[in-house]
Structure formats: C-alpha cells, structure tokens
C-alpha cells in the first residue's frame, strides 16, 4: 500500500517514517483509556442495557482512534529511491498530498534536533531545499537524522 507511488523500474533505497518513541504519549493515553475500559466494563455492563451500550461505544471508539493513529503513521512516509523522493504525506484516513523530488532538484539537506528526548533517542527534523523553489521538505521526528541527512546529501550530489 505505501509502495504503490513506485515505479516497476525502480529500486527503493529507502522508507522513513517518524520515530515511534515521538508517538509514545498518543500510545500510553490510547492503552490507558483500553484498560481503563476494561477495568469498568463488568459494571457499565452490570448496569443494564445503557450501560452495555456505552461500553461497546466507548470501546469502539478507541479502537478506531488507535486503528486511525496507526494507519496515519505508517503511511505517512518519505521514500528514497535510485532515481527520486517521493513524500507521502497522510493526514487523515482519506487524505494525502504526494511530492516527487528528483535527485538534482535539491539543493541543500540539513538536519536539527532540538531538547533532551530528541539527543537522547537520537532523533530529529530533515529539511531539504530545493532549486528553484521556495519549498522546503520537512521531515519531523525522523530517527538518526544525521545518517539521514548524510546519504540524502551525498546520494544528490551524485546525481548532479
């Protein structure tokens, strides 16, 4: 599903995505509500049919938000291959925005992290400009980003 932007002639380098650790608050408060649930679930059942309803409701309605999290997350992706960067950026269930980058379209990679969780699980934000645009390409959370950042740099300056 996410290879689906490549060509049979193509060969992936490639697939970022953002650190998982970064979605670890969104995790822990999706497991929190699951087992918060299940401790009240004999009572919300207990306490007859509008009580069963809201369970099955309230359960319901956190599967689909960490179903949706994690749908969200694995396709929203950057991938590198031989002859371009294709970003796909998922920002909802049905919605996404795709960008096709050539190897000699871009101009110049850098890589930042910024705070204590960042330096201490090694991730951190890609931005890569482009010739002849003003748009920049912003990679968020995305781990070893100096890694990253070296063999997209070195990989574009091949190319030209």
């Known amino acids: 599903m996410v ?19 970064t979605k670890l608050f969104k995790i822990t408060i999706i497991f929190a509500l699951y087992f918060l649930l299940l401790f009240f679930m004999s ?19 956190v599967i689909f938000v960490a179903v949706r999290a994690f749908f969200i997350w694995y396709l929203d992706v950057m991938i ?19 960008k096709e980058v050539s190897w000699i379209d871009i ?3 850098v890589f930042e992290k910024q705070g204590m ?3 201490l699980f090694n991730y951190g934000t890609i931005k890569i400009a482009l010739y002849n645009n003003t748009d920049v390409i912003v990679l968020d959370h995305v781990y070893k980003p100096k890694e990253i950042r070296n063999l997209i740099s070195d990989y574009a300056k091949t190319q030209q």
């Open 3 to 21: 290879l689906n932007q490549i060509r049979e002639d193509e060969e992936v380098l490639l697939i970022i995505r953002e650190y998982i650790i």
């Open 43 to 61: 009572w919300l059942i207990s306490s007859g049919l509008v009580g069963a309803i809201l369970f099955i409701g309230c359960f319901s309605l």
């Open 80 to 98: 590198l291959t031989r002859k371009r960067m294709v970003d796909v950026h998922q920002t909802g269930v049905f919605r996404k925005a795709v």
């Open 107 to 109: 101009q110049q990679v």
């Open 117 to 119: 969780w960042a330096t």
